[in-house]
């Protein structure tokens, strides 16, 4: 199973600012996905990320707000824009497979 | 109606017993399905994974499946306290598109 990292693991943000979520895996891979749970909640897929390629969004979530990069095949950035509390949650990046996850970042916005 | 439904919890079971846990999906055309176990606080971990009808064990863990009913179960034997958590149902079309359940919180009272 592949090793995924990501940075940072938690951060206190402010209402307005932006956030940039590093994930970084120890093998190449094809796909990437970010997740978001909220607080009590499920997992939701936010967007797919293949490199080369602009990143596929599910329903209800926009490149405006969750831009995302994908350079390469080991790595990929989810930036978080404009927050509110409402994006509070924890941030989880996945890889193609059997979605194994990372420890994903927790984020709360004052 | 949601992709994947799960009976929220929580579910009490007494050290040693067996733990069953219950999901439906609604996607008739899903062709992978997985188990999940999170703790509080940290990023869900791949338990099992199922394919096709019938069931799959490792360890004290099987999982049931059946696509007529549209119906994944998962069964805990010799349940221990360690493994309290909650647990998630995932159903992939792709193979790479995965719907969460909201998780069934169990709890293993010692």
């Known amino acids: 199973s592949a090793v995924i990292s990501q940075k940072p693991s938690r951060d206190i943000c402010q209402r307005g600012t932006s956030l940039t979520i590093q994930c970084q895996v120890d093998?190449?891979?094809?796909?990437m996905f970010w997740y978001r749970q909220q607080p009590g909640q499920s997992l939701t897929l936010i967007a797919t990320?293949?490199?080369?390629?602009?990143?596929?969004?599910e329903s209800g979530f926009v490149i405006d707000k969750f831009p995302i990069s994908r350079p390469n095949l080991t790595f990929s950035t989810l930036t978080v824009s404009n927050m509110s509390p409402e994006d509070s949650s924890i941030y989880l990046c996945?890889?193609?497979?059997?979605?194994?996850f990372g420890p994903g970042t927790r984020l709360t916005v004052l | 109606q949601k992709e994947v439904e799960q009976n929220s919890g929580p579910l009490s079971v007494p050290e040693g017993a067996i733990a069953s846990l219950n999901c439906t999906y609604s996607d008739r055309v899903s062709q992978s399905f997985f188990w999940y176990r999170q703790y509080s606080g940290k990023s869900p971990e791949l338990i099992m994974s199922i394919y096709s009808n019938g069931d799959k064990e490792d360890g004290r863990f099987t999982a049931q499946l059946n696509k007529a009913s549209q119906y994944v179960s998962l069964l805990i034997r010799d349940s221990q306290p360690s493994d309290s958590a909650t647990y998630l149902c995932?159903?992939?079309?792709?193979?790479?598109?995965?719907?969460f359940g909201t998780g069934t919180s169990l709890t293993v009272i010692p």
């Open positions: 996945s890889v193609s497979g059997e979605q194994f």
């Open positions: 995932a159903v992939s079309r792709t193979g790479n598109q995965f719907y």
């Open positions: 990320a293949n490199q080369g390629s602009e990143a596929t969004y």
């Open positions: 093998s190449q891979v094809t796909m």
